[in-house]
């Protein structure tokens, strides 16, 4: 049986509780309708089952779980090996507590162990902020006098699901697999939103990603097709990584996800304390719907920073400096006509010649060939009343650059000197971590963005490595250690400085990046159908306003549909323009009349609803980037179901000319002002007629499109 030692309940759904359970050290976590129970069993912090319903177990049932013997089944909760040796084992309890978590509203339920044999200890942290979804990291203490060298580390894994066959005939019977996976597979520039589901096979599914930047970020989607339960996960980390789900023992899923890299990964010095990657993981049993907000909810509680006060949502314009002269203060003249709220200027801005802009890179000193410079540029944007952002790609040296010149042995290296990234600058030298720590928040103390937008157009692959302590560590733990505490730095110091984090487009919007950032890119790829795809994709994991789509980004992206197609993918995302074309055309036209016409309607219409935490309802989840599809529709609405609007994008001349909407997110007993942007006109229909028998949309060509607004009347 069991007796209470520590426990603490909110109103807020969120319990910790610490305690003994058959003579175990246990520690149970529930959050909102996800239960955990951990204990320390034999040495092993072992996990004694989950919950996707809140219900507790009893105390005499606990006693008995998992009902399974760790030395046959892998179910130690986390995995870390240190000095070649794999501790999974050998553990005592040292403590357990609670404290108050980094961001409002959360906790954070500490379980301190202690090494038998090696000089390590580790605090097992689970951060509870409401939502059914828990995060959970290790801070990894060596307290020998020799420095120890972490290999390998899996911040949780072990058993997700034990689901025994007859509950499901269909499935026990061989007409199905029970578990299935959705994940991002997109390994190269472009595949962001490339969403797959896959069968796991019994025995065991790994995935790797090895360039370096992750355009297929680690997110991940269980599905139980025993029990219908789903599980969402996530490893926020933005570096090489593995993720593996094991199908064995009859109707066991198993699981485990870290870094990837070559050994060790991190050297430890006697006395440091280090931080692992937090891995984001929960359990629902509901539709895919009520998933994803839940997991909207956890990521914006637990993740994402809010935005600076009066900067919660704007549109953008912005322009690489592709020339000099004057000319970009008339792209500012046409932003602001146009009724864009802000200008970025992008790349090109620095250096000690006018040359390509990726040809600069390293030296941040602002270039001869801006009028008035860049503080002239900022006056004459705020004096148009619009923000004032500014892109910089601090992590990157370019061969041509006087920093280059300067400190050649700057560039990541590995083996024998070769390079292991072209342009990447070796940030686990300590000197160069403090040389990018130092350009950042001078260029941000200097110029004064209202935004500041962070580039990173690299590709390392297997990564470099420096000699420390007698190890060849790899670079990249220490190189995210300095990016995430000088972006955690950024936001204290200039705290009305909004962030965008850009990886050329999506390659870094893991969970890691985006807690120091306030948006991400979606892609650089964006262009019909594959932004609208993109995101449609990605706001599976990531909410709306945490996105930014980069609209005639491709010089071609008009010629791929129709023009108010074309400009209604802004609608869902935040917009960010990239020129309106040429600057002696006639803005009287119906392009530029259109243009103004979006970006008003995105002001107006939507930012209600894009301002306000919008659900989002996926009524074509599963088309990801490049599976064959007819339509792609999304739909954002608010949570009071008072306002929503849907796009309805037909991506191909094949099958039916007919979809039948049926809205998410109305009230079945209240009516709306439904407008059909094609026809231009409005209708009233009640909610439930919206919700159940539906509205016909018709469109006869592939990559054409729909957008339903929606009102209550009341």
Same mark, same amino acid.
């Given at each position: ?11 807020? =759904? ?84 609670? #404290? !108050?978590?980094?961001?409002?509203? /959360? ?22 902020? *409401?939502?059914? &979804? ?29 689901? !025994? ?27 962001? =939103? ?18 370096? /930047? ?37 109707? $066991? ?65 912005? #322009?690489v400096v592709e020339e000099p002269g004057d000319w970009i203060l008339r792209e500012v003249d046409i932003a602001a006509e146009m009724g864009v709220e802000s200008f970025m200027v992008d790349a090109g801005w620095y250096g000690k010649r006018f040359d390509k802009w990726w040809e600069q890179r390293g030296d941040w000193c ?22 004032? *952002? ?18 050649? @042995?700057?560039?990541?290296? /590995? @083996? ?46 297997? *990564? *470099?490595?420096?000699? &420390? ?18 972006? #955690?730095?950024? #936001? ?6 909004? +962030? ?21 890119a979606e892609s650089d790829w964006s262009l019909m159908p594959f932004g609208i795809r993109a995101i449609n994709a990605m706001t599976l994991f990531l909410p709306p306003e945490a996105l930014a789509y980069y609209h005639n980004h491709i010089y071609t992206a008009h010629l791929m549909a129709d023009l108010d197609t074309h ?38 219409? $939507? ?82 007629? +919206? ?5 016909? &949309? ?10 339903v607004l929606y009102k209550a009347l009341d």
């Amino acid at each position: 049986m069991s007796t209470n030692a520590f426990k603490t309940t909110r109103p807020d =759904g969120i319990e910790t509780c610490f305690y003994k359970s058959n003579e175990r050290n246990t520690a149970r976590y529930v959050s909102d309708t996800v239960v955990r129970e951990e204990a320390l069993e034999h040495g092993r912090l072992i996990g004694l089952y989950w919950s996707a319903t809140g219900q507790v177990q009893r105390e005499n049932i606990t006693s008995g779980l998992p009902k399974m013997d760790s030395l046959e089944r892998p179910i130690h909760v986390f995995e870390l090996e240190i000095d070649g040796q794999l501790l999974h084992n050998r553990w005592d309890w040292v403590q357990a507590s609670e #404290r !108050p978590g980094s961001r409002p509203g /959360t906790v954070e339920a500490v379980v301190e162990l202690k090494h038998q044999i090696r000089p390590i200890s580790v605090k097992v942290v689970t951060r509870l902020d *409401g939502s059914p &979804i828990l995060a959970r990291w290790l801070e990894i203490t060596n307290t020998g006098d020799k420095p120890a060298a972490l290999s390998k580390v899996s911040p949780w894994s072990g058993l997700l699901w034990n689901s !025994p066959s007859e509950v499901n005939p269909s499935v026990k019977d061989g007409t199905g697999h029970k578990f299935t996976l959705g994940y991002l597979a997109g390994e190269k520039f472009g595949h962001e =939103g490339h969403f797959i589901w896959r069968d796991i096979p019994t025995e065991k599914l790994r995935i790797e990603r090895t360039r370096g /930047t992750n355009y297929g970020t680690p997110y991940f989607i269980l599905r139980n097709e025993l029990t219908g339960e789903t599980a969402f996960a996530a490893l926020a980390w933005s570096a090489n990584y593995y993720a593996e789900f094991a199908h064995r023992f009859d109707s $066991c899923l198993f699981f485990s996800m870290g870094p990837l890299g070559p050994a060790p990964l991190r050297v430890i010095k006697p006395g440091e304390t280090v931080l692992s990657p937090e891995v984001h993981l929960g359990l629902m049993h509901t539709d895919m719907d009520s998933a994803v907000q839940s997991w909207h909810r956890h990521v914006r509680a637990s993740v994402i920073p809010p935005r600076p006060e009066g900067k919660s949502m704007y549109t953008v314009a912005g #322009r690489v400096v592709e020339e000099p002269g004057d000319w970009i203060l008339r792209e500012v003249d046409i932003a602001a006509e146009m009724g864009v709220e802000s200008f970025m200027v992008d790349a090109g801005w620095y250096g000690k010649r006018f040359d390509k802009w990726w040809e600069q890179r390293g030296d941040w000193c602002e270039g001869s060939w801006l009028p008035g410079g860049l503080a002239g540029i900022r006056q004459y944007i705020h004096d148009k009343g619009m923000l004032f *952002g500014l892109w910089m790609e601090p992590e990157t040296i370019a061969e041509k650059s006087k920093l280059s010149k300067e400190h050649p @042995d700057w560039v990541i290296k /590995t @083996d024998d000197g070769r390079r292991a990234g072209e342009t990447q600058l070796n940030m686990g030298k300590p000197e160069v971590a403090q040389f990018v720590r130092d350009e950042v928040i001078r260029v941000i103390r200097e110029h004064k963005p209202d935004f500041y937008k962070l580039d990173y157009n690299v590709v390392v692959y297997e *990564g *470099g490595q420096n000699i &420390i302590d007698g190890y060849a560590e790899h670079e990249a733990w220490r190189h995210y250690e300095t990016l995430h505490q000088l972006f #955690r730095q950024v #936001r204290e110091e200039f705290p009305d400085v909004a +962030l965008e984090n850009c990886a050329s487009g999506g390659g870094r919007n893991d969970l890691g990046m985006l807690s120091v950032f306030h948006y991400a890119a979606e892609s650089d790829w964006s262009l019909m159908p594959f932004g609208i795809r993109a995101i449609n994709a990605m706001t599976l994991f990531l909410p709306p306003e945490a996105l930014a789509y980069y609209h005639n980004h491709i010089y071609t992206a008009h010629l791929m549909a129709d023009l108010d197609t074309h400009l209604r993918v802004t609608l869902f995302a935040t917009p960010v323009f990239v020129g309106f074309g040429a600057q002696s055309a006639d803005r009287s036209t119906s392009y530029f009349k259109k243009t103004k016409r979006y970006i008003e309607l995105a002001k107006t219409f $939507c930012r209600p609803v894009m301002a306000n935490h919008p659900v989002v309802y996926h009524h074509t989840p599963d088309i990801g980037l490049l599976n064959p599809a007819e339509w792609c529709v999304l739909e954002y609405g608010l949570e009071d179901k008072s306002r929503g609007y849907c796009g309805v994008f037909k991506l191909s001349g094949h099958g039916q000319n007919e979809y039948i909407l049926n809205l998410g997110g109305v009230d079945i007993n209240r009516s709306y002002v439904v407008t059909f942007d094609n026809r231009n006109q409005s209708v009233t229909l009640s909610g439930w007629e +919206l919700a159940n028998n539906g509205i016909s &949309i018709s469109l006869d060509a592939p990559l054409t499109s729909e957008l339903v607004l929606y009102k209550a009347l009341d």
